[in-house]
């Protein structure tokens, strides 16, 4: 297998008057960090969309690697080192600028006298692609691998709106070349390479030397139209319908085939198991029939779990796609924890949406699991576009699809929305249309969002439990952690709201049963103020001490509005008239009360060393919510992080969490926490041994037991 005589790369000369290309071409970013996972979504995708129309037959791609000797393609492989070595002198030429040509022109030095890897993607049961030799007239061979950001589809919601998905094989390529090879309907035959470098200065000698284009075609026809037929070298050719694509340079290693596999799973496992789409990578083949089979090799659950509870502000990338394979969509129907939930189920309602579906798996397991309710969502393709952690802990994973067909449907819609790694719907990608559609794209964005309210309600009809629906702040204020700015909805699904709900907030404040802590001591002679009064010396102490301008409110308000200050429900510890703690003359140990039972301190001082902290009275540390501040926590590990900054030091200190709801305030069970700190209480909502410093910042990093239900928290801080 060897070259077609008179096959070459057709560099033009740059013209002056025409823009150059500098270093690796401005499409390439998008793909660089996340390459193999890009190829693999993009080249299927593209084969997807190119389905033949014969129902029986599913897609079949293949993804194979092979070798190509060096010597038997002189102008495709070993002409590329002077140009490389151009490109690579040019970009040194700027200062402080990254030359990204130096390792390819190592690379192909170390292959140039032997074989060059490739991989070869083929699809199969696909149209392939026309091409028509007419600069005026589009066609998908000439979108494809003669022009930049350009993609041309049969229908309205194929591929992506772009057109430089395609770039991704590029980024892949050790040379920055691919070769394309196809056969269309008609049984004809089409072949041509394209490489994209940067624009560069190349002869056998200085005064011989031109400047070139950094884009040129690999044909024999001086770069004016691709080979067809016989003139496509043999190793390319094609001899059924369908398109290959070469990535020329693509070494195979083991770590870039299991990652290809686990994207495979990870993006196309629906239309895997439906039987839509059959893949073969490196010899082994990914079906319907063994699906279930290879996301338990490639996502064992030793290493995932049986739920997807990995946290991460992007869980597309990141999500365990084996329940929702598995238990969403297999088992859908089953039972009735396995349904689907159409919009036809609601006539009338999401007129700009269309036609779309929600297969949903409803179970407590997922609850008690810890793992938020998440929704996968995709369009006709069946890839993973996005996935999205709800706001709310109960117990279903989803994925949504939306697969009506016609030019304003959502489908359409969603596929213009879509950025250039298919991995997001945004409405900024429409920021160069109409007013009109940008309005159709808000509404169809919004009547996911309302479909999927809707299907909660059907799913959850008897658990509309103000308790645990409490408002989220859509503000909030971030003091010593940073400025104010908006949510996020990753951050309103982990943030305790300081607000609570209308009918909270109507409660009166005395039947709301709130933490206090009555600090006891031994009966010390009474002593006369200035006004001749009578105090408790070192018990009155205690009671009125501030740090500085302090005040005692929690994180936010409590539910009435008030400042969150320490009360009982009954004016017990108060005096009735103005609120202020009555001292405790009683000689028993100090107990830190809250409406579960849950208590903190000595039971028993006994023999205490006067010069130890051990067996005194802890006391509550007055703290401004400036100085008490939620956060979610970004590590993967853990939910949340608290953050606590006293005015001066203390020891031996504990943090009380409770939830403000209708019925009073609730134990806030904590389920973990970091820094070899502990958990304690009855309800295990007291998180102790640590110490703050003044003036210094602790971050105590913890998980809730129920992480991502909204509520309004108070926070109260013990300590010696």
């Given at each position: 297998m060897k070259e077609i005589e008179g096959s070459k790369w057709n560099f033009n000369i740059q013209r002056k008057s025409s823009m150059g290309q500098g270093k690796e071409d401005s499409s390439f970013a998008p793909f660089i960090n996340t390459r193999i996972r890009c190829l693999v979504r993009e080249y299927i995708q593209k084969s997807f969309d190119a389905h033949s129309g014969d129902d029986d037959k599913p897609v079949h791609v293949e993804f194979e690697f092979g070798k190509l000797s060096c010597s038997d393609y002189p102008e495709l492989i070993q002409s590329l080192l002077g140009h490389l070595k151009s490109c690579s002198e040019r970009c040194k030429k700027y200062p402080n600028s990254k030359d990204p040509y130096e390792s390819k022109v190592q690379y192909l030095e170390s292959h140039i006298d032997g074989e060059i890897g490739y991989l070869k993607v083929a699809d199969y049961n696909t149209t392939g692609m026309e091409f028509i030799d007419d600069e005026d007239t589009p066609s998908p061979f000439g979108s494809c691998v003669r022009e930049n950001g350009a993609s041309y589809k049969s229908n309205n919601f194929s591929g992506g709106s772009h057109g430089q998905g395609k770039?991704?094989?590029?980024?892949?390529?050790?040379?920055?070349?691919?070769?394309?090879?196809?056969?269309?309907?008609?049984?004809?035959?089409?072949?041509?390479?394209?490489?994209?470098?940067?624009?560069?200065?190349?002869?056998?000698?200085?005064?011989?030397?031109?400047?070139?284009?950094?884009?040129?075609?690999?044909?024999?026809?001086?770069?004016?139209?691709?080979?067809?037929?016989?003139?496509?070298?043999?190793?390319?050719?094609?001899?059924?319908?369908?398109?290959?694509?070469?990535?020329?340079?693509?070494?195979?290693?083991?770590?870039?085939?299991?990652?290809?596999?686990?994207?495979?799973?990870?993006?196309?496992?629906?239309?895997?198991?439906?039987?839509?789409?059959?893949?073969?990578?490196?010899?082994?083949?990914?079906?319907?029939?063994?699906?279930?089979?290879?996301?338990?090799?490639?996502?064992?659950?030793?290493?995932?779990?049986?739920?997807?509870?990995?946290?991460?502000?992007?869980?597309?990338?990141?999500?365990?796609?084996?329940?929702?394979?598995?238990?969403?969509?297999?088992?859908?129907?089953?039972?009735?924890?396995?349904?689907?939930?159409?919009?036809?189920?609601?006539?009338?309602?999401?007129?700009?949406?269309?036609?779309?579906?929600?297969?949903?798996?409803?179970?407590?397991?997922?609850?008690?699991?810890?793992?938020?309710?998440?929704?996968?969502?995709?369009?006709?393709?069946?890839?993973?576009?996005?996935?999205?952690?709800?706001?709310?802990?109960?117990?279903?994973?989803?994925?949504?699809?939306?697969?009506?067909?016609?030019?304003?449907?959502?489908?359409?819609?969603?596929?213009?929305?879509?950025?250039?790694?298919?991995?997001?719907?945004?409405?900024?990608?429409?920021?160069?249309?109409?007013?009109?559609?940008?309005?159709?794209?808000?509404?169809?964005?919004?009547?996911?969002?309302?479909?999927?309210?809707?299907?909660?309600?059907?799913?959850?009809?008897?658990?509309?439990?103000?308790?645990?629906?409490?408002?989220?702040?859509?503000?909030?204020?971030i003091s010593i952690f940073g400025d104010n700015r908006s949510d996020s909805e990753e951050d309103e699904a982990n943030w305790p709201s300081t607000n609570v709900s209308d009918k909270a907030k109507n409660i009166n404040k005395k039947s709301q049963t709130d933490t206090s802590i009555n600090v006891r001591t031994k009966k010390k002679k009474k002593k006369m103020d200035k006004r001749g009064k009578e105090t408790d010396g070192q018990t009155s102490e205690q009671n009125t001490e501030q740090e500085g301008n302090e005040g005692t409110s929690g994180i936010g308000t409590s539910g009435d509005g008030s400042s969150g200050e320490s009360r009982s429900g009954d004016g017990e510890g108060t005096n009735g008239q103005n609120g202020t703690e009555k001292p405790d003359t009683t000689t028993s140990a100090t107990n830190i009360d809250n409406p579960d039972g849950d208590t903190i301190g000595t039971e028993d001082q006994g023999d205490i060393d006067s010069n130890s902290n051990e067996g005194k009275e802890l006391r509550e540390i007055k703290m401004s919510n400036a100085n008490k501040m939620l956060k979610p926590c970004r590590d993967g590990q853990y939910a949340l992080v608290l953050g606590l900054k006293a005015n001066r030091n203390y020891a031996d200190c504990s943090v009380m969490l409770m939830v403000q709801g209708e019925s009073g305030l609730v134990a806030l069970e904590i389920k973990s926490v970091a820094n070899g700190m502990k958990i304690s209480g009855i309800k295990n909502n007291i998180i102790s041994g640590f110490e703050l410093v003044k003036n210094e910042l602790l971050c105590i990093k913890f998980t809730p037991k129920e992480v991502v239900t909204n509520y309004s928290l108070k926070i109260t801080v013990y300590g010696h």
């Open positions: 770039t991704v094989g590029h980024v892949c390529s050790g040379l920055n070349a691919v070769y394309y090879s196809t056969m269309d309907s008609e049984g004809m035959t089409y072949g041509e390479g394209v490489i994209k470098l940067c624009t560069h200065k190349y002869g056998s000698n200085g005064e011989d030397a031109k400047t070139y284009e950094g884009t040129a075609f690999y044909d024999s026809n001086d770069g004016n139209a691709p080979d067809q037929g016989d003139r496509i070298p043999q190793a390319f050719r094609r001899d059924e319908q369908g398109t290959s694509v070469f990535v020329i340079g693509m070494e195979r290693n083991a770590k870039d085939v299991d990652l290809m596999k686990k994207e495979l799973l990870r993006s196309f496992f629906m239309a895997i198991a439906s039987g839509d789409l059959e893949v073969e990578i490196d010899g082994e083949e990914f079906t319907g029939d063994n699906i279930k089979e290879k996301l338990d090799i490639y996502y064992p659950k030793e290493e995932y779990s049986e739920f997807d509870s990995i946290r991460n502000r992007n869980p597309e990338f990141v999500f365990n796609p084996r329940p929702y394979c598995n238990e969403v969509f297999l088992k859908q129907n089953q039972d009735g924890n396995h349904i689907c939930i159409d919009t036809a189920d609601f006539p009338g309602e999401f007129t700009k949406l269309g036609h779309a579906k929600l297969y949903v798996w409803k179970s407590e397991s997922i609850r008690e699991a810890n793992s938020r309710d998440s929704v996968v969502y995709m369009r006709n393709n069946e890839m993973v576009i996005e996935v999205k952690r709800g706001t709310a802990n109960k117990g279903y994973y989803g994925i949504f699809i939306c697969d009506g067909e016609g030019e304003n449907v959502g489908s359409t819609v969603l596929r213009s929305m879509e950025n250039v790694t298919h991995d997001k719907w945004d409405i900024n990608e429409l920021r160069d249309v109409s007013k009109k559609e940008r309005t159709t794209a808000n509404s169809v964005i919004g009547e996911i969002k309302a479909f999927i309210k809707a299907c909660e309600a059907k799913l959850f009809p008897d658990t509309n439990d103000e308790e645990h629906q409490l408002k989220s702040l859509k503000r909030r204020k």
